[in-house]
């Protein structure tokens, strides 16, 4: 461990509770057109906080598990392990799906049919880690909705680690974490929970001003063409006295479960006394509904914009009890996404932009064209290069990049450099890279064939995300200049009087943020 760069003001002691904060699918660019609506969370930290403009994912592989795990570790995926949210792995001559976090020899406790999860496949210690190596007193907590962005912003950490079960409606914890559930975590779910998460109807609260900034309401390339406008009730959808269905209503199509995040968050604070005990704490929080309704209905849609304005007043009710509890000053908060994301192809295509999904017949043209390549090369030759040719042929690949290539660094594009930095030869993401190449399709391409939009690729709008820092005596800001996500551990390292490694491929970005 390297040692942290020192305060400049050194009669001022710095945060005691170190905040990472990521909002999953929030495209940089959606702060900026709603802007003029937010009055709570999202209004203090672009009016207060100093806000970089120019904030990329410097990888190819955009997806939630490496975006989290890129966040908090401070190194690019090919160096934490985590390259994609699932991968395939070659075993004895077989290949088999891996999800990242999984570990099977853990369990989730209370759900033992459920796989185990656990930072198992994550090759780096974090932020988290650096914390608590920096002072044993330290307590980390990490929660969301998905086990992979907890998991991912707690790094190899053995904290209080906490994520939302899907039909189970409740936090849950696997055995690597607690051996069993603490007492405030049991009591939260049995009586926080219900007063929390318990809607089955979404109604809208965009004022009637401000719908004109959105697409319409109705749109056929929007969640199934038919339940796409307000109010959406899980009595249209599913059986709405089956507790279950429900609270699968809740977790995939609405905003409340970053309702219940910030809850458990608020209550982790209270209990663990964090940043109140002289140690510096570490808090990460992920909230992730902003993925699901971009997925369902687009990131310009009227329900991604009423997500917002609601994310903004829990966010706003968030950072004042901060104030409360931690005290001002005394907390310092990171907030950035784990990616971006493509608008709905066919809404671009309306406009006239050159925009498409592969369909199922493409899928099938590009394993033909791998398979017909693979099954006539010989034993001795490295099929990779005719790979490469192959799929080049086909209309909606841009590019291909060998194994070799990537790893020999002769870079023929700046994208090949971001596949070098997802690149994992034994963790192998996307159906060329099984015969050792990347294929790039082209821009505003969908590679998924059944969400309405998604992410994954290595252009702007999947990468160009915001980062803002707030608290602590920063002072409000804004930044034109080119910084990327593994720059967000370093830089709260460094602003908590953290020591982190020498090696990282983020930078502390201390010219901005001079304290």
Not at 111 to 136: F, K, M, Q, S
Not at 418 to 428: C, D, E, K, M, P
Request: proline share 6%.
């Amino acid at each position: 461990m390297a040692s942290a760069c020192q305060p400049t003001s050194e009669d001022t002691d710095p945060p005691t509770l170190a905040i990472l904060m990521a909002v999953d699918q929030l495209r940089a660019d959606l702060l900026k057109n709603y802007d003029p609506l937010f009055v709570g969370g999202f209004r203090r930290l672009l009016d207060e906080g100093y806000r970089f403009e120019n904030a990329t994912h410097d990888h190819a592989v955009t997806t939630t598990a490496p975006g989290h795990t890129t966040l908090a570790t401070g190194v690019h995926p090919t160096r934490h392990g985590v390259v994609g949210n699932s991968w395939s792995e070659l075993e004895e001559g077989r290949w088999r799906n891996v999800y990242s976090l999984q570990d099977l020899d853990t369990e989730i406790l209370g759900y033992p049919e459920l796989p185990g999860r656990a930072p198992t496949n994550i090759y780096r210690a974090g932020l988290p880690d650096w914390i608590v190596a920096n002072d044993p007193a330290s307590r980390v907590v990490s929660i969301s909705r998905k086990d992979r962005a907890a998991i991912g912003l707690a790094a190899k950490a053995a904290g209080d680690v906490y994520w939302l079960a899907d039909e189970g409606g409740e936090f849950v914890t696997s055995d690597y974490y607690h051996a069993e559930y603490p007492a405030w975590i049991t009591e939260f779910n049995a009586t926080t929970m219900p007063l929390v998460y318990s809607d089955s109807v979404w109604e809208s609260i965009i004022p009637t001003t401000a719908l004109s900034l959105t697409r319409p309401d109705r749109s056929r390339f929007e969640l199934d063409g038919e339940h796409t406008v307000f109010p959406h009730r899980a009595s249209e959808t599913v059986d709405a006295s089956d507790p279950r269905a429900l609270n699968h209503w809740r977790y995939e199509f609405t905003p409340f479960p970053d309702r219940a995040v910030f809850a458990l968050a608020t209550e982790a604070i209270r209990e663990l006394q964090l940043g109140q005990r002289g140690s510096v704490d570490y808090l990460g929080i992920s909230l992730s509904q902003t993925d699901l309704i971009g997925h369902n209905f687009g990131p310009r849609s009227r329900e991604q914009l009423d997500n917002l304005l609601r994310l903004d007043v829990e966010l706003g009710r968030f950072l004042s009890f901060l104030d409360e509890a931690v005290g001002p000053g005394r907390w310092v908060l990171g907030l950035s996404a784990d990616h971006g994301v493509l608008d709905i192809p066919e809404h671009l295509a309306e406009q006239g932009v050159d925009a498409s999904r592969l369909t199922r017949s493409d899928r099938r043209q590009l394993s033909r064209s791998i398979q017909d390549v693979l099954d006539n090369v010989d034993d001795e030759d490295e099929p990779a290069e005719a790979v490469k040719e192959a799929v080049l042929s086909l209309p909606f690949v841009a590019a291909a990049y060998t194994f070799d290539g990537v790893e020999q660094g002769q870079a023929i594009d700046s994208f090949q450099v971001l596949y070098g930095r997802s690149h994992s030869r034994t963790r192998i993401v996307g159906l060329a890279a099984r015969s050792g190449v990347y294929a790039r399709f082209g821009p505003n391409v969908l590679e998924s064939s059944f969400l309405r939009t998604s992410h994954g690729s290595p252009y702007y709008y999947d990468r160009h995300v915001p980062m803002i820092f707030l608290g602590g005596t920063i002072s409000a800001g804004v930044s034109s200049d080119r910084v990327a996500t593994v720059d967000m551990a370093p830089t709260l390292a460094w602003l908590t009087d953290t020591p982190a490694p020498d090696d990282l491929d983020g930078t502390i970005l201390e010219r901005s943020l001079r304290r």
